[in-house]
């Protein structure tokens, strides 16, 4: 199971931030970024995807203190995207979502680029002969 941190003691009792939950909310933002495709996971998250389970922390990795949180990211973007441009608005939404949810302060939003999604092209289906 998750390692339970991201504690806050009040007057009514604890409340416990799981890494997992972090991790879900900063994957689920980061997939929000116009020009992400997707998060890279690697050979664990898809073998997770060919059975069918949707992994939704899969390409972040989070550390949850008390009060804050470093997040790191992997991600694949679409091709003709500007990557700086993608990275930055990708760290500005995770940051933002990840504190309003949780109230823990996000220190650290690190954006690793796994690879580029270059779409396939559709075949040209025609009836028509190519010379007349």
């Known amino acids: 199971m998750a390692e ?3 504690e806050d003691k009040s007057k009514y009792g604890t409340v416990k931030i799981s ?3 972090v991790a879900i909310i ?3 933002a980061a997939t929000e970024v116009e020009g992400v495709t997707s ?3 690697g050979l664990t998250g898809d073998i997770t995807e060919m059975f069918g389970m949707k992994n939704l922390s899969k390409g972040v ?3 949850v203190g008390e009060k804050e949180a470093a997040i790191d990211l992997f991600i694949i973007v679409d091709y003709g995207s500007k990557i700086s441009e993608v990275a930055t608005n990708v760290q500005k939404n995770v940051k ?3 504190e309003t949810m949780t ?5 650290e939003v ?3 680029v796994q690879g580029v999604n270059i779409p396939k092209e559709e075949p040209i289906i025609d009836n028509e002969p190519r010379v007349k």
């Open 4 to 6: 339970t941190t991201g």
């Open 19 to 21: 890494n997992e939950v």
């Open 26 to 28: 900063a994957g689920l």
């Open 39 to 41: 998060m890279s996971g």
């Open 61 to 63: 990795k989070v550390e």
């Open 96 to 98: 933002d979502k990840v």
């Open 103 to 107: 109230g823990l302060n996000v220190v």
């Open 110 to 112: 690190n954006v690793n």
